[in-house]
């Protein structure tokens, strides 16, 4: 089991910016890759960036540029950086985390956290 503790979110205005940050604690050494997806309202969960143990990072071309994904593994931590926030940003954010353990895989999340942009 592993468990994810978001914190970071907030209300910020348009052009804006915030830091999401998450913190994993259980069985860690089974986490491969962690990332953070979001949900808007009305519309389906949504890879927003993702990081693997060795810092190998992938977003959405959408998202490219404006936000980074970083991690610290000594700390079991990862951290969403987002810039130039838009109103189209608002959504719950959600932490991941993906294990493989005897060869099978589970994913874990967060609890979610509220990031709303104003416009």
């Known amino acids: 089991q592993v468990q994810l503790v978001e914190s970071g979110g907030g209300l910020v205005q348009a052009g804006g910016s915030l830091r999401l940050s998450c913190a994993a604690s259980?069985?860690?050494?089974?986490?491969?890759?962690m990332g953070w997806y979001r949900q808007a309202p009305g519309k389906q969960r949504e890879l927003v960036a993702s990081?693997?143990?060795?810092?190998?990072?992938d977003y959405p071309e959408s998202l490219k540029g404006r936000f980074t994904i970083s991690r610290d593994n000594a700390k079991n931590t990862v951290s969403l950086q987002m810039n130039s926030l838009k109103p189209e940003d608002t959504a719950v954010y959600y932490c991941?985390?993906?294990?493989?353990?005897?060869?099978?895989?589970?994913?874990?999340w967060g609890q979610g956290t509220q990031v709303t942009v104003a416009s």
């Open positions: 991941n985390a993906h294990t493989t353990w005897f060869g099978k895989s589970s994913d874990y």
């Open positions: 990081i693997t143990r060795d810092g190998i990072t």
């Open positions: 259980g069985i860690i050494f089974t986490i491969s890759t």
